[in-house]
Nanobody, 119 residues
Framework: QVQLVESGGGLVQAGGSLRLSCAAS????????MGWFRQAPGKERDIVAS????????YYADSVKGRFTISRDNGKNTVYLQMNSLKPEDTAVYYC????????????WGQGTQVTVSS
């Protein structure tokens, strides 16, 4: 059974940092695109960042460019999201997701972790 489990969320003051982790189990994800999404109350779930299976192709939403960094450790089957210079508007539930092998559609999702940034 495939599982993605996020951790590292919490409450932080504006300007602070958090590192989210997403541990995958049930199969390896070295040949899958891994992504982080977020959903704020009353808003749609939007992609924040993604990382190709080779680790060489990254995408960042304009709102987080220069502040967030996505990375992966295929040996640990884990993907990370380092979030710096956090802003109140970054407050949301953050979800980890993975595509199918060599695919582009996100088929696997974690349960989400809350990030709250106070002003």
């Amino acid at each position: 059974q495939v599982q993605l489990v996020e951790s590292g969320g919490g409450l932080v003051q504006a300007g602070g940092s958090l590192r989210l982790s997403c541990a995958a189990s049930g199969r390896t994800f070295s040949r899958n695109i891994m992504g982080w999404f977020r959903q704020a109350p009353g808003k749609e779930r939007d992609i924040v960042a993604s990382l190709g299976w080779s680790g060489g192709s990254t995408y960042y939403a304009d709102s987080v460019k220069g502040r967030f960094t996505i990375s992966r450790d295929n040996g640990k089957n884990t993907v990370y999201l380092q979030m710096n210079s956090l802003k109140p508007e970054d407050t949301a539930v953050y979800y980890c997701a993975a595509t199918s092998e060599y695919g582009t559609k996100y088929d696997y999702w974690g349960q989400g972790t809350q990030v709250t940034v106070s002003s």
